[in-house]
């Protein structure tokens, strides 16, 4: 990983521009799980770390652009670029990261380019799905479902496939790996949203709730619901809910088992990738970390 | 141009959203002049249309998001998606015609898809610089002719450059041409603020200097006032002028001719570019054209 480190380190330097680099620092890192997964399916190539680069650069200029539109004071524990900087620094800094990262694609072979460029507009056009279903209360899940795998997982699906490439191991097994990551990582998330304390998270409990998207477990609550208790749901969508109705929809929940429901989804999904790559433990282990993790 | 269109049409048609088919068909296309120039200079290439379609998306995502950070209400006369729509639809919008770009891109040969792509890195670093400018009196002209080649004349650079690369022209040559043409239309732009009515810019005579942009003509009548003089600029700076004010600018700048100043080197770049392709009688008219513009 220090290599990919090092080639975004060089890349942001050849941006040339001190505010640019001073913005950048401020960012946290995260897990930088897509670089993980490229280094561990396509190590051993030397564009590897550059690859890595790449879609962190991306993924970066994404969580910038996703904060503004959701307007999040916070990404992972620090304040947003949008909080300290405003909101149009983060679009500016967001555009800059975005198209360095495509320039340096255009290195790469032209399947691996297309894959990477290719996810980044799925990836746009599912966080305006993501907006737009959030102005309703959502009860389709085969929507909801397409809008997480455009928003969350093409980006991981992509690097997983475009990796492959590169060292010539099976694109379209390593592309369904991602995919699935990606959906049973995005939507382990949302059951967290429910279930993890406001400590852990570092965000109110049941935050998704407040800002109008509807995941999973509240569309298999509204599905299970009479019609009273439809229209009580309906009404505590969206805006800031009373510690009474919090408390209604977790008991609701837990008597339908719709966490439960959703993570059987997730579960699935992750067996489905796991069997597809049984022969590469190292992938397995990522989900099956990734499956159990608590917050 | 209707090659342009229908590759537009196309590019649009297979981001398959009907959000953004919409949201398209309301952005008014402008002049279309980066894809003109590609045509003017590779019109016989099979692939300068989508080259041009290319080019244009980049243009038109660079645009939304420029009026979302400039708070732009209107473009080209009609309203601005962020009016409309919000910002945040505008942010989306933007990456989303960013990202279809470049997944196009890839299909061309690596070195013009490389212009291509880092010219919008230099462009929105050109973004960031002339927001930084504006939040003080610039009075670098160096500077703010640095932040102009990479605010305006980069994409107008890389599609003359990425359009003779794609016929095996001078690239070289194209690329200057490219550069001096965008920096004289963008100064002629700056002039064109000061001196041309209210009607005529859909907009307040000089709302440049009332946004903090501080363009040649007010950097060289700077240069020339005595030290009470410029404290009078200064305070006027970046905010709302009242007409006494706005008055004694103009008057200044008649009496040290800093627009004509200003317009001497628009011509000069101009004439520049002109040489550069004097055997290319098309190329040499657009700039004539240009220059003799009147808003």
Known sequence: MQRVEKELERLIAEIDYEEVSRLFKMLSGGKRLRAKLILKIAGE??????????????????????????????????????ATDGSKTAVMLGDILYSKAFTELVAFDRDVA??????????????????????????????????????????????????????GKDAQKHALYGRNLGLSFQIIDDILDITATEEALGKPAMNDFVEGKCTLPYIYLYEELNSSDKERLLAAHAKNISKEETTWIQEKMQEYKTVEKSFELAQKLSNEAQNTMSEDIELVMILDTMIKRSF
């Open 114 to 167: 297309r894959t990477i460029a290719a996810s980044v507009t799925a990836l746009s056009k599912g966080e305006m799905m993501d907006v737009k279903m959030a102005e309703n209360f959502n009860t389709d899940e085969a929507l909801y479902l397409d809008m997480l795998y455009l928003k969350t997982a093409t980006l991981i699906e992509a690097a997983a496939k475009a990796s492959a490439l590169l060292v």
């Open 45 to 82: 190539h030397k564009d590897a770390p550059l690859l890595g680069a790449v879609v962190e650069l991306i993924h970066a200029a994404s969580l910038l652009h996703d904060d503004v539109i959701d307007e999040a004071m916070t990404r992972r524990g620090v304040a947003s670029v949008n």
